[in-house]
């Protein structure tokens, strides 16, 4: 049972990730949607910026233990997606650099999104 909770886990995570990377993207067709999403890209970008490990990450770590895997040291993205989305060589700066983009994209998503509003009111 542990290791089907620590897979749930892991596609939480992952869901997670793409929510909050592409959110946006639904929020302009369902624009109740901004008020999940917009919490979701801030601790993000918090995660980004500061470096922090998502509270997920422990628990899937604590549930593989329980179901007698091999755990992992690190947070979700470095042990999953680390190869894929950061490069070897990822710096800090480059960190950063994620967490901005992060934040400009939904940003230029949801001026349209209340561009399209506002001409909606009018």
């Given at each position: 049972?542990?290791?089907?909770?620590a897979?749930?886990?892991?596609?939480?995570?992952?869901?997670f990730?793409?929510?909050?990377?592409?959110?946006?993207i639904?929020?302009l067709?369902?624009?109740?949607?901004?008020?999940?999403?917009?919490?979701?890209?801030?601790?993000?970008?918090?995660?980004?910026?500061?470096?922090?490990?998502?509270?997920?990450?422990?628990?899937?770590?604590?549930?593989r233990?329980?179901?007698?895997?091999?755990?992992?040291e690190?947070?979700?993205?470095?042990?999953?997606?680390?190869?894929?989305?950061?490069p070897?060589?990822?710096?800090?700066?480059?960190?950063?650099?994620?967490?901005?983009?992060?934040?400009?994209?939904?940003?230029v998503?949801?001026?349209?999104?209340?561009?399209?509003?506002?001409?909606?009111?009018?």
């Amino acid at each position: 049972m542990a290791r089907v909770l620590a897979d749930a886990v892991l596609v939480l995570h992952l869901l997670f990730i793409v929510f909050a990377a592409l959110g946006g993207i639904a929020a302009l067709r369902w624009p109740r949607v901004a008020w999940i999403h917009l919490p979701a890209v801030a601790w993000a970008a918090v995660a980004e910026f500061t470096g922090w490990i998502c509270p997920l990450t422990p628990i899937e770590v604590r549930l593989r233990h329980q179901a007698g895997q091999a755990g992992f040291e690190g947070g979700f993205i470095e042990h999953y997606l680390g190869a894929l989305i950061y490069p070897a060589g990822l710096t800090r700066t480059h960190q950063m650099a994620l967490g901005a983009l992060l934040l400009l994209v939904n940003l230029v998503v949801y001026w349209r999104l209340f561009a399209s509003a506002r001409r909606r009111r009018r």
